[in-house]
């Protein structure tokens, strides 16, 4: 059983930055990812992280936002830079225990742990 926790969101103007954390604890994890969802949206994909460094991002926030992760603290950080009123989102943690493939680090069904999620607000 793996336990995540997330930290790290808030509010935020056009321009500024975040950083998101997320602590895990139990099995081993062999991926990370962060996903977002505002209201009456479907749950986006933002960035992952492999056992190795490898990362995915997705296209919208290339550039932008850097996933890494501390391994002595077995915790992922997602660096948000830029931030964008569309960035608007409750975050989400997620973690694999399993193999990850590449082409589904950053679909949801990939993962089967996730966290409580953390709000961040970007104004204009």
């Known amino acids: 059983q793996v336990q995540l926790v997330e930290s790290g969101g808030g509010s935020v103007q056009a321009g500024g930055s975040l950083r998101l954390s997320c602590a895990a604890s139990?099995?081993?994890?062999?991926?990370m990812a962060w996903f977002r969802q505002a209201p009456g949206t479907e749950r986006e994909g933002v960035a992952a992280?492999?056992?190795?460094?490898?990362?995915k991002y997705a296209d919208s926030v290339k550039g932008r936002f850097s996933i890494s992760y501390d391994n002595a603290k077995s915790t992922v950080f997602l660096q948000m830079n830029s931030l964008q009123p569309e960035d608007t989102a409750k975050y989400y943690c997620?973690?694999?225990?399993?193999?990850?493939?590449?082409?589904?680090?950053?679909?949801?069904?990939?993962?089967?742990?996730w966290g409580q999620g953390t709000q961040v607000t970007v104004s204009s």
């Open positions: 139990g099995n081993i994890l062999y991926c």
């Open positions: 997620a973690a694999r225990s399993a193999a990850c493939g590449w082409y589904g680090l950053l679909q949801g069904r990939h993962y089967s742990s």
């Open positions: 992280i492999l056992g190795d460094g490898e990362t």
